[in-house]
């Protein structure tokens, strides 16, 4: 009985917290690049200036096509600290979209974690990172931070 009064008075904070702060639980969705999606000589990092502050939750979306004879081919690598962002050192980092995972509906980045996350195109041995600004950094806030 006692369990029972306590799962009624959990789910109705929580439903009243849904009442008074929807906006905590809503994320967004942003195609990287928007119109230009993921491609070479884009600036990425005045582009995260213009659509943050990312939240917990929110997606990116990397949309680019395969390579073909006509199109160079792109990657989204993770890079793990600053030093290799800064120098586009791609031994540790790590493949989270291949040269084929941006065509169609893009691929898909959930930001899970609040930590600072190090993004840039892997491909022609890391000069689309160094030469072609194909690299940004995002920190998500907390959901709950959410003000719109």
Not at 27 to 43: C, I, K, L, P, S
Not at 91 to 118: D, I, P, W
Request: aromatic content about 12%; charged content about 20%.
């Amino acid at each position: 009985m006692e369990a029972r009064r306590n799962g009624a008075a959990a789910a109705a904070a929580v439903m009243a917290l849904l009442v008074l702060f929807p906006e905590a639980l809503r994320a967004e969705r942003f195609v990287v690049g928007d119109a230009q999606r993921w491609t070479w000589g884009y600036n990425y990092s005045d582009w995260v200036i213009k659509k943050g502050p990312f939240f917990l939750n929110d997606s990116l979306v990397f949309m680019y096509d395969p390579p073909n004879a006509t199109v160079h081919a792109h990657s989204v690598y993770m890079m793990r600290n600053a030093a290799d962002y800064q120098s586009c050192n791609l031994k540790a980092a790590k493949l989270v979209a291949n040269t084929t995972q941006g065509a169609a509906s893009g691929y898909e980045f959930v930001f899970k974690k609040r930590k600072t996350h190090y993004f840039v195109c892997g491909e022609r041995g890391g000069i689309h990172c160094t030469m072609g600004q194909m690299k940004f950094i995002v920190k998500p806030k907390p959901s709950v931070c959410r003000d719109d």
